[in-house]
């Protein structure tokens, strides 16, 4: 398949793209913006997306501020235009390495090194890892439109099926990562390496807290689960208390049936996925 028709724009900074934006909407035109196109380009060859106009944010990498990973204290901030594979071989530090090892989940390396960190999460994909780990570490998305900058907390966020609390006429300058997880794990499970996740899970350990799990693939948004974040609270880490997380999880969800699989199976493997990210999070902690 080949996409429809459209228009193509060119924007040259971050006010160049909300300014165009606001000119083809008013001009009647559906615009949507393209940075490293991984997630857009196949829906409109599929025509399951069809923009009449599409403004290249491309340029935008020559800006310092949009192409870095810069640690703010105790937060990192990414820019818009950093892609996946930037942050699978930065040195992020102990508290965010999670972010890094994730990556070896999305997609291929093709794709990780065209996809970038903030079209993942405004895509709003349900099973994709930066939305998991948006809400996992606490991030804050930077949104830009005509009336200036504004926050959107991950919790948030998202909406639904591919459906965000960012505005058509606002464009993401930064996602910050506020919540350090030195002990955390993602995993999923998907028919083939580089597919879609079926089910993902990303959990964080904050002895004595507790800790944080996030599933996704089990409802039309990722979602933290409190029942099991509830195990995790004041209990002994170790695979008793992984495993009693897990099953909370299966038992709290309600997930879909559809072609990929079964509302059960999606439950049995939530309750393994979670099960084993909680193992490799502790063990990450042991280690350190």
């Known amino acids: 398949m080949k996409p429809a028709a459209f228009r193509y724009h060119r924007a040259h900074d971050v006010t ?34 069809r923009p009449t ?31 996946h594979r930037t942050v699978e071989t930065a040195e992020l530090g102990p508290d965010f390495s999670v972010l890094s090892r994730a990556m070896r989940w999305v997609g291929h390396l093709p794709i990780r090194s065209r996809g970038t960190v903030a079209g993942s999460i405004v895509h709003g994909d349900a099973t994709a890892e930066w939305c998991l780990l948006a809400l996992l570490l606490d991030a804050v998305i930077v949104a830009e439109g005509p009336g200036g900058p504004r926050e959107i907390p991950a919790e948030e966020m998202f909406h639904g099926f591919y459906t ?11 996602v910050t990562f506020t919540r350090p997880a030195p002990e955390a794990a993602l995993t999923e499970f998907a028919r083939r390496h580089g597919d879609f996740a079926i089910v993902d899970a990303a959990v964080s350990l904050d002895q004595p807290t507790g800790g944080r799990v996030v599933l996704g693939g089990v409802a039309p948004a990722p979602v933290r689960v409190p029942e099991a974040e509830a195990v995790l609270a004041g209990g002994i880490p170790g695979p008793e208390l992984f495993a009693e ?25 939530a309750r393994t996925l979670v099960t084993q990210a909680l193992h490799e999070a502790w063990e990450k902690g042991e280690t350190r």
């Open 53 to 83: 106009a599409l403004v290249d944010l491309g340029p935008l990498r020559r800006e310092p501020a949009l192409n870095s990973l810069r640690h703010n204290g105790s937060s990192l901030t990414i820019g818009a235009m950093v892609t």
């Open 16 to 49: 160049d793209a909300v300014g165009l934006l606001g000119e083809l909407a008013a001009a009647g035109e559906d615009p949507k913006l393209i940075a490293g196109g991984q997630s857009l380009m196949p829906m409109m060859n599929f025509r399951l997306a």
């Open 164 to 174: 965000t609390a960012v505005e058509p006429d606002e464009v993401v300058t930064a």
């Open 245 to 269: 997380c897990g099953e909370a999880a299966a038992a709290a969800i309600d997930p879909p049936d559809d072609a990929a699989g079964s509302a059960a199976y999606r439950r049995r493997l």
